[in-house]
């Protein structure tokens, strides 16, 4: 049997190995995610992640600081990977992505308004506050857009772009004057929390980005179906059937909310939105009802990256400050 | 069976639809004929119900269409658009299967699949199943889409078939197959079938009824084969009576 089918000059797995992959997948997510936790200034060898027997301080750093940080990457690059496969679907264009059409940069001047303008607020509330700032950035942007694609009178590419790219250029002079604005503290967390990083992890923000993805992904995965329809037009989705107004607010508002939420606790992280569900296309197809659950897990494998580059990134600081 | 009653329908200050009074009788086929920018589309549009009229009250099976909810719209009525855009590489089948979706939640996947599969073959498109959509040439991807669109009213008996130029990228053979297996299902089935169509002969030849438009007027309407004359279409189309002689004059004589 050939794995791989010609469909049109593109290798398309063949149908009945698509579901056992998205499972193989995911178990492969289980076992990258172990070694990820294993990875790390203090040594944690994965035979005792496995088997359970860990000294008191490893069982402390795979509590506090491992698997915090590998969950937040899970969540945060599955949220970005989904919001980028929805977004596509939604503006029927393979190049929409929520870093690129300025819906992330405009959540990320959201976000540094908070917190420069509203002052230290720690915790629970201060993630969710974040979250719900970055949220409405994302909302306004998406308004925008749709607004000025629709400006010639069809939904053009062209003006979704160039809106975009003016949000983007907007947004990061916004956040070049709270910079301006801002004190040392507010200096220093900004800084760390625009450069896009899971190192900060903590289970506060993992729970805050878990209660807001989780949903709103499962949201999307129910909608899959008509996503799919969408795809052929919006008066043909109308023609059979399909709620068109109902299902653009509904993508617009889940996107938001994920990408609103990966953005606050661990800034922009780019690239994954845009690339993960084209490779997902690539090999299992273009169907939402598989491309969504995938692109989540695949999604979750791309911010593992982010894991031991912060570690070094770390070991650096860490040395730095001693000498 | 669809009627329109005092249809008119505005851009700006332009008027594209004009006080149209129109009728489609179920199990006929009948072909909206016009020069450009006649407002056949626009027309079309109304009739489906994608175009909210300024005035007048568009009708589905006796019940205003403002009345009906989108999938039961969907289940009663099927559209081919004229040009249909996909930029993400679904299958042939995967595209049929799309117009199943009024059907989703109490027909099974598996029965889904097998009207498509059918849908396929009855417009001579089974071999492109497992070709990706936007690899298809615009003939194929036409039919296609048509069998998309046969695939949304397969069981429904006495459902509405509107094509919007069906046949503008297809070669000889295949319009000619794709307009007698239209007269087969619509007899069939007992369809209402609307087409906008540029191709006089082939409106001589396999529809009904029609209607000519022009400027957003109804100027005529009747039997096909009585209506379309040398000397209608000179007037309809503006064209000087030798051409419409002598393009279609062989045909049209008898």
Redesign the interface.
Known sequence: MTLF?K????P?LLKRVKIPALLLLGLALLGVAMVAASIGAVSIPLSGIIGGDLTDQQMAVLNSIRLPRVLLAVIVGGALAVSGAAMQGLF???LADPGLIGIATSAALAVAMVIVLAGPIAGYFGLYAMSVAAFMGALAACFVIFRFAKLSGTFSVTYMLLTGIAINALSAAGVGFLTFLSDDQQLRTLTFWTMGSLGGALWVSVIVATTIVVPTGLVLIRNA??L??L???E??A??????VERLKRRVVICTALSVGAAIAVSGIIGFVGLVVPHLI?LTL???HRLLIPASAILGAYCCFSQIPSRGQLLRQRKCRSVS | MIGAENIIYSIGAQRILANVYATFKPGKVTAILGPNGAGKSTLLKCL?G?LKPDEGMVSLDGKDLRHYS??E???R???L?QA?P??????AH??VV??R??Y?LEKTSASNAEIADEALTLVDAWHLR???Y???SGGEQQRVQFA?VLA?IWEQEGACLFLDEPTSALDLKHQHQLMDLVQKLCAEKNLTVIIVMHDLNLAYHCTDHCFFIREGWIRGGGESKKLITADNISEIFDLPMEYATMRFGMELAG
């Open positions: 089918e469909a049109g000059g593109m398309v029927r264009n393979p179906r008509e799919n329809v795809l052929l037009g008066s043909e109308r023609y059979l059937g399909v709620d296309r197809g273009p169907d | 489906t994608a989108l999938t719209l969907s289940r009525r099927a559209v658009s249909n996909i930029s993400f590489p679904f299958t995967e595209i799309m117009g979706n009024p989703s497992d070709r990706s936007p690899t298809l998309r949304q």
